[in-house]
């Protein structure tokens, strides 16, 4: 089993602070230079850490989400993955790109953040409407619940999750070109994946485990996170089970899934390649606003 420690909570510093001093439900991770680039899928902010410190506040969409539970899960934007785009169009340093999940029609949204030389954010936000990427993957899964996004060589990558009701977790695989140029273009006309491939991780208590996030590695592999969480749908939550670990290889193989000791519910990764092993950052959803996001480290073997 994996064992993770503990770095830190994800507190907000006041003066940047919306309606808690800290992130409570991280669902991406991406670290660029000194920072570390977090979303939560309740917020309309992207969360910037650095690496001590209170982190601060950016806004993604104008408006405000209710604060009572429900009604905040009903208009949330649900952004769930965080990706690095390389350079394009007028982006010279490449951009992040935060997705939502689909699982609604008002979770199709998602946002471009051009960058600098350092890996600092450079350009306002950019909302981008992604059903033309989104849409045509209705078709494929009964509930449409993208939780994580990589780009890996000349593809991007999004990761479906399943629940306990259907079990479609699967990777929809895109030629990154053509994404790019329908994001610099604004496209309307539909896009579909090239290639769908789907997974079994296992389940615990009856519960499948399905993909939460995932990093490329520089063999054309890439590290993903999952958790078995006990729920019938891609819309409500429901108690972590499990979590782990896994590496899909280059050829889109399963080759490794390992537990985690205690079941965080894990929804962002970052790789970093050392030695022989390969360093890793993860971020947790509680599924509860009044507990922050933790980050959390480990290591793999390669």
């Given at each position: ?143 449409l619940n993208i939780e994580g996004?990589?780009v890996v060589g000349e593809e ?147």
């Amino acid at each position: 089993m994996i064992k993770l420690e503990k770095v830190r909570d994800l507190d907000i510093d006041v003066g940047s602070a919306s309606r808690s001093l800290h992130l409570s439900a991280a669902s991406g991770l991406q670290c660029l230079g000194t920072a570390l680039y977090v979303i939560a899928d309740d917020e309309l902010h992207l969360g910037v850490f650095p690496v001590a410190g209170s982190g601060r506040l950016i806004r993604l969409f104008d408006g405000e989400l209710p604060e009572t539970k429900g009604d905040r899960k009903k208009r949330k934007p649900d952004l769930e993955a965080l990706t690095f785009l390389p350079p394009f169009c007028d982006l010279s340093y490449g951009a992040l790109f935060a997705i939502g999940s689909g699982s609604r029609p008002n979770r199709k949204k998602g946002v471009l953040l051009g960058l600098d030389a350092q890996g600092a954010i450079s350009t306002p936000p950019k909302n981008v409407d992604l059903s033309f990427i989104l849409d045509p993957l209705a078709g494929e899964f009964g509930e449409l619940n993208i939780e994580g996004a990589v780009v890996v060589g000349e593809e991007l990558l999004l990761l479906q999750r399943g629940n306990k009701r259907r079990n479609d977790n699967a990777i929809a695989r895109y030629p990154l070109r053509a994404v790019l140029n329908a994001l610099s273009n604004d496209q309307v006309d539909p896009l579909g994946p090239s290639a769908v491939d789907r997974f079994d991780l296992g389940a615990i208590q009856g519960t499948p485990f399905g993909f939460t996030d995932a990093a490329a590695l520089s063999n054309g592999d890439m590290v993903f996170s999952a958790v078995a969480e006990n729920t019938e749908n891609a819309y409500l939550d429901g108690p972590c089970l499990g979590a782990g670990i896994g590496i899909v290889d280059e050829r889109g193989i399963l080759v490794a899934f390992d537990l985690l000791e205690y079941p965080h519910k894990i929804e962002g990764i970052h790789a970093t390649e050392g030695d022989g092993a390969v360093e890793l950052l993860l971020v947790t959803d509680a599924d509860n606003p009044e507990i922050p996001a933790s980050l959390f480290s480990t290591q793999i073997a390669r």
